[in-house]
C-alpha cells in the first residue's frame, strides 16, 4: 500500500438500504461507525457510502463523513474507490480520500489523499486501514 499508515479503526455497520438504481444498476447504501486512531489520537468516524456493481466482480462507492478525535478535534471527509464482494458478502474497498479540518493535529491531512482499504462484513463488522 503506498504512503504511511496513519491510521486504524474497526467498529459496526449502523444501516443498509437498497435504493432507486437507474435501470442498469441496484445501489446500496452503507453507513457505519468506527472507532480507532489517526495520527497517534484517538478517533470516532462514521460516515455513509453508496456502491453499486459497475460491471461484473467490480464494485464501485462514493461517500462521505465526519471524524472526532479524542483531544477535540475534527474533520469531514469524502472519496470513492473500487471494490469485490466474496463468496461470505464481504465487501473490501481501496478508496481515495480528502479531509477538510482545522484542527491543528490532523491539518497535514488537508494536503494529502489518503488511501483507505477498508472492510464491511454482511455480520456487520467494519474495518479501514488508512494511508497517506
Known amino acids: ?7 486504524e479503526s474497526q467498529g459496526k ?20 461507525e468506527e472507532q480507532g486512531t489517526l495520527l497517534g ?9 453508496e456502491v453499486y456493481e459497475r460491471i461484473s466482480g467490480q464494485l464501485f462507492g462514493s461517500g462521505q463523513g465526519m471524524l472526532t478525535t479524542q483531544d477535540g478535534g475534527g474533520s469531514i471527509w469524502s472519496g470513492s474507490g473500487v471494490g469485490t464482494v466474496d463468496e461470505t458478502g464481504t465487501m473490501a474497498f481501496v478508496a481515495g480520500l480528502t479531509v477538510q479540518t482545522d484542527a491543528e493535529n490532523l491539518k497535514r491531512l488537508n494536503h ?7 472492510t464491511s462484513s454482511m455480520e456487520g463488522a467494519v474495518r479501514s486501514t488508512i494511508h497517506a
Do not use: C, Q
Open 1 to 7: 500500500m503506498p504512503g504511511t499508515k496513519v491510521g
Open 13 to 32: 455497520v449502523t444501516g443498509r438500504r437498497a435504493l432507486p438504481g437507474d435501470g442498469r444498476y441496484l445501489k446500496m447504501e452503507i453507513s457505519f
Open 41 to 49: 489520537v484517538g478517533m470516532w468516524n462514521m460516515g455513509t457510502f
Open 112 to 118: 494529502a489523499l489518503l488511501v483507505v482499504e477498508h
